[in-house]
Nanobody, 118 residues
Framework: QVQLVESGGGLVQPGGSLRLSCRAS????????MGWYRQAPGKQRELVAQ???????YYTESVKGRFTISNYNDKNTVDLQMNSLKTEDTAVYYC????????????WGQGTQVTVSS
């Protein structure tokens, strides 16, 4: 099992930036991908961005060009740099990890709230 701790959410005006960080601990050697997900009120949780052990990334269409996922400094930490934030980015953001066959390794925690509002 992998434990995940998210941090970095907050309140920001439209057009602003936030950086989220997720640190994994426990059986991290099984991690193949780490991803950021979000769930807005009344909506299903969706994958926002993910990065695999080879450095390949995926972004959902709505955040391409605005968000950047990275694990440059530590393979067990994944950051999400969010620029040009929009009100529709408001959600609770979660991170999670999968192994190389797509099985979840972590449990869904409390996440971190991101609110984009003027």
């Amino acid at each position: 099992q992998v434990q995940l701790v998210e941090s970095g959410g907050g309140l920001v005006q439209p057009g602003g930036s936030l950086r989220l960080s997720c640190r994994a601990s426990g059986r991290t050697r099984n991690i193949y991908t780490m991803g950021w997900y979000r769930q807005a009120p009344g909506k299903q949780r969706e994958l926002v961005a993910q990065i695999n052990s080879g450095g390949s990334t995926y972004y959902t269409e709505s955040v391409k060009g605005r968000f950047t996922i990275s694990n440059y400094n530590d393979k067990n930490t994944v950051d999400l740099q969010m620029n040009s934030l929009k009100t529709e980015d408001t959600a609770v953001y979660y991170c999670n990890a999968k192994d190389n066959v797509g099985l979840w390794l972590g449990s869904w925690g409390q996440g971190t709230q991101v609110t984009v509002s003027s």
